[in-house]
């Protein structure tokens, strides 16, 4: 109640998504890995969400409209993704 996010129930898997993101990939877990004292999951992508509002050229999800936080664990911080810089396999052909 106190973040003001709905959690929605998932036809395809057993986790629910929250509405008001405007990107959801739903995934199935195919494996757990253990690493020291976390796991890493690995999944299938089974579905995608998408809002209109956050897709860019091409009808592809846009990741400067999306804005997605990242999560650090060495420092146990939440950090945004910046701005485009250049295009990938490019941007360094004139250094």
Request: proline share 5%; net charge negative.
């Amino acid at each position: 109640a106190k973040t003001k996010l709905t959690p929605v129930k998932s036809d395809l898997v057993d986790a629910p998504y929250i509405k008001e993101f405007s990107l959801i990939l739903e995934c199935r877990v195919t494996s757990a890995i253990e690493i020291g004292l976390h796991t890493q999951f690995i999944g299938e992508i089974l579905d995608v969400k998408c809002e209109e509002s956050a897709l860019g050229k091409n009808e592809l999800p846009d990741i400067e409209k999306i804005r997605p936080i990242l999560y650090d664990p060495e420092i146990c911080a939440y950090h945004g993704i910046g701005k485009y810089l250049g295009d990938a396999f490019s941007i360094g052909r004139t250094l």
